[in-house]
């Protein structure tokens, strides 16, 4: 992401989990995050969403996609 613009409108990809399509809309930098998270963790983009899926689904009052990986992605850099 350029450092003169930290601020983009949310971008939609489409991600396979556990074999299911799914389009995913987040910023370009938690798009960049969530790459970084993945090839720290050497597991493609697609297995740690679902990791994430997994883990949020969990939750008693479970938010969105979207909504949990950038909670996730946060959390993580606050740890």
Do not use: C
Request: hydrophobic share 45%.
């Amino acid at each position: 992401m350029s450092a003169d613009v930290p601020y983009h409108p949310p971008v939609k990809r489409s991600i396979a989990i556990e074999g299911h399509r799914t389009s995913i809309s987040l910023e370009p930098v938690f798009w960049d995050m969530l790459k970084a998270a993945a090839q720290e963790a050497e597991i493609p983009v697609s297995a740690l969403v679902a990791k994430i899926d997994a883990e949020r689904i969990q939750s008693n009052t479970p938010p969105g996609l979207a909504s949990a990986i950038r909670v996730w992605l946060v959390v993580k850099e606050i740890e």
